[in-house]
């Protein structure tokens, strides 16, 4: 049984940055350095939507339009961690964020067959 946690959420103000991080634990193997990793967000009311992504080797990461710019998504497969690096928060950033690990990296959340529990990040203006 593998286990994401995230940890790194929030309350902060419009303008300030975030370092989200999201650990795997329990019996990782191969798992991690296997798989493509994502970050996803859900605000009150809305479903679920795509962040980040990153490929298994760490060379090739996306992006939604929204975060471009602002966000940068990094793995380290000896440390089975993936970070999501929030800068320029905006208020509508604020959502509950999640990590979750997928064959390949993809902005379509059913791809994604592990996730965390997820952590709140609150921007206010």
């Known amino acids: 049984q593998v286990e994401l946690v995230e940890s790194g959420g929030g309350l902060v103000q419009a303008g300030d940055s975030l370092r989200l991080s999201c650990a795997a634990s329990g019996r990782t193997g191969q798992f991690f350095s296997s798989y493509a990793l994502g970050w996803f967000r859900q605000a009150p009311g809305k479903e679920r939507e795509f962040v980040a992504a990153?490929?298994?080797?760490?060379?090739?990461?996306y992006y939604a339009d929204s975060v471009k710019g602002r966000f940068a998504i990094s793995r380290d497969n000896t440390k089975k961690t993936v970070t999501l690096q929030m800068n320029s928060l905006k208020p509508e950033d604020t959502a509950v964020y999640y990590c979750?690990?997928?064959?390949?990296?993809?902005?379509?959340?059913?791809?994604?067959?592990?996730w965390g529990q997820g952590t709140q990040v609150t921007v206010s203006s």
């Open positions: 979750a690990a997928g064959d390949w990296p993809d902005s379509n959340h059913r791809i994604y067959n592990t």
């Open positions: 990153i490929r298994w080797t760490g060379d090739s990461t």
